[in-house]
C-alpha cells in the first residue's frame, strides 16, 4: 500500500448515519480524483444506550426482546452477514437471561453489536448506490487493545501490521473499508470496548496505523465551539486548534471528542477534522500548535465537590501531596483538581467519589492532625488555549473573589467556582476572552 496515496479517514458519528444519502455524498467527494478512502461507523444513535439498557437488566427478557425489535427495525435491508449479527446479539441476551453474571468482557461484547450491524446496513446502503464497500470488523481486522473492558487503549505496536495489511489490501483493490468503531479485540482475545465515544478514538488510531492524510471525523449537530451553546449562546465555531489545545478540551468535558483521540493524532502528525454536517460551515481542523493563533475555548465541568484539608504545619512534612494522592489512588478515587498551598489541600472530585475519598483521607486526621471541611458543591470552568497563562489579567475581579481554588498552565487556566455561580462565571469568561478579544 505504501506507494498508494495516502488514504482518508471518514468516521461517522451514530447520528450523522441518519440520512445515508449524505454519507454517500461525502464518500463519494472524498473519493474523487481517485483517493483511497477508510470509513469507520458508529453504531446508529442511540443503539449503544439501548445494548447497555438490556445489559444492565440481563434478566428482562421483555426488555430485551424491546431492544431486539428496535434495533431490527432501525436497521431495515441488512445483508445475510448483518442478519447474523443481529441473531448473534439475540443469542447473546439470551445467554445472558440465563446466567446474568455480567462481567465487563461480556458487555463489551453485547455493545459491540451495535457497530456491526451498523456497518453491515451502511455498507448495503453504499452498495446500492455503486461505491464498492466491504464491511470490516476491526476486533477481526486486528486492532489490539488492552484488556480494559469498558475503557480500552489500542496498542499501535500490535495492531499495525495486521491493519495495514488487511486494509491495505482492500484499498489495494479501490475497496471502500467500512470498519466498525468503538472496539477492538483484547490481548485475551476478547471484544473490549474503548469507551463511550470510542469511534473518533478508533477512526483517529487507524488513520495513525495508515498514515492518512487526515482524518475526518463527521459529526451531526455538534462541532468544536468556544463552549456550549446551550450554556453560552454567544459560543462560537473554532476554525483551528492544536493537538495539545484539543487534548485538554477533551479532558476537561467538551464532549464532542473522545478524550483518547488527540494522541494517534499528534503522535503521527496527522491532521484531525471534526465537522457538522448541519452546519458545513463549521470545521474545525486540529494540527500542530501554531504561535499566531489565539483561539481560546471554555468548558463548565459539574456537579462537582470540593474538600478542603488543612494540615497544620503542612510544609514541615514533606510528601503529604504525595500521601494524599496515593491514599486516594489506592481508594480509586480520580482527582479531577487538586490545589495546594502550604497548610491547606484542596480536592476537587465527582460527587460519587467524595465518600470513598473522606473514607482514605481520616487515617489523616489521627496522624497529621488533618481538618476535613466539605463536601462544598463546585463547577469548574476552565479556559483553554495556548498561551492563555497571559490572559490571567483579564479575568474579572468578581471572578477571582467567588473562586475556590485557581490552578493555571500555559494552556489552560481552570477555576473552582460555587457550583450556583458555574454558568454565570463560564459566560463572563466567554466574554472576555474570547467575544472582546475578537472585536479588538
Ligand atoms: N457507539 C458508541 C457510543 O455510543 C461509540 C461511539 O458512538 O463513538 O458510545
Ligand atoms: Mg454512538
Known amino acids: 500500500m505504501s506507494r498508494r496515496r495516502p488514504p482518508i479517514v471518514l468516521k461517522f ?37 439501548l445494548l447497555s439498557k438490556a445489559v444492565e437488566r440481563p434478566r428482562s427478557d421483555t426488555i430485551h426482546a424491546a431492544v431486539l425489535a428496535e434495533v431490527r427495525q432501525r436497521h431495515p435491508g441488512l445483508s445475510p452477514v448483518g442478519r447474523r449479527h443481529v441473531r448473534r446479539l439475540a443469542r447473546l441476551l439470551l445467554d445472558l437471561e440465563q446466567s446474568p453474571v455480567r462481567d465487563a468482557a461480556m458487555r463489551d461484547r453485547i455493545l459491540s453489536q451495535g457497530e456491526r450491524i451498523a456497518v453491515d446496513w451502511l455498507v448495503e446502503r453504499l452498495r446500492a448506490a455503486s461505491v464498492p464497500a466491504v464491511g470490516v470488523e476491526a476486533d477481526h481486522l486486528g486492532l489490539i487493545t488492552d484488556n480494559t473492558y469498558g475503557a480500552s487503549c489500542i496498542l499501535f505496536d500490535r495492531s499495525s501490521p495486521a491493519v495495514r495489511r488487511g486494509l491495505g489490501r482492500l484499498l489495494a483493490r479501490g475497496q471502500v473499508p467500512v470498519v466498525t468503531g468503538y472496539f477492538g479485540r483484547s490481548l485475551e482475545g476478547r471484544v473490549a470496548t474503548l469507551g463511550r465515544g470510542g469511534s473518533d478514538y478508533a477512526a483517529a488510531g487507524l488513520g495513525a496505523i495508515l498514515g492518512a492524510e487526515r482524518v475526518e471525523l463527521v459529526k451531526r449537530h455538534v462541532a468544536v465551539l468556544s463552549a456550549d451553546p446551550k450554556e453560552v449562546p454567544a459560543a462560537r465555531a473554532i476554525p483551528e486548534l492544536s493537538y495539545e489545545e484539543a487534548e ?143 490572559d490571567v489579567d483579564r479575568v474579572p475581579a468578581a471572578v477571582v473573589r467567588s473562586a475556590e481554588g485557581f490552578s493555571a498552565t500555559p494552556r489552560a487556566l481552570s477555576i473552582a467556582v460555587p457550583e450556583e455561580r458555574g454558568v454565570e462565571v463560564l459566560r463572563a469568561l466567554h466574554r472576555v476572552l474570547v467575544e472582546e478579544r475578537s472585536e479588538t
Open 13 to 49: 458519528g451514530g447520528a450523522s448515519l441518519a440520512d445515508p444519502s449524505r454519507v454517500l455524498l461525502e464518500v463519494r467527494e472524498a473519493r474523487s480524483g481517485g483517493r483511497p478512502v477508510v470509513v469507520v461507523a458508529s453504531a446508529r444513535e442511540g443503539v449503544t444506550d
Open 248 to 390: 485538554e478540551l477533551a479532558q476537561f468535558g467538551a464532549r464532542v471528542l473522545h478524550p483518547l483521540t488527540i494522541e494517534p493524532a499528534r503522535a503521527h502528525g496527522i491532521v484531525l477534522q471534526v465537522r457538522s454536517l448541519d452546519d458545513p460551515r463549521v470545521v474545525t481542523t486540529i494540527g500542530p500548535s501554531r504561535s499566531d493563533r489565539h483561539n481560546r475555548a471554555l468548558t463548565l465541568l459539574r456537579p462537582l465537590r470540593l474538600i478542603r484539608l488543612r494540615v497544620p504545619g503542612g510544609r514541615q512534612r514533606p510528601g503529604i501531596v504525595a500521601e494524599v494522592s496515593q491514599r486516594l489512588a489506592l481508594a480509586k478515587v480520580n482527582l479531577v483538581q487538586l490545589y495546594t498551598s502550604s497548610a491547606l489541600l484542596c480536592l476537587v472530585l465527582a460527587p460519587g467519589e467524595v465518600l470513598a475519598a473522606l473514607r482514605a483521607l481520616a487515617p489523616l486526621t489521627q496522624e497529621a492532625a488533618a481538618m476535613v471541611e466539605g463536601p462544598f458543591r463546585v463547577a469548574l470552568v476552565t479556559a483553554i488555549g495556548d498561551g492563555v497563562l497571559a
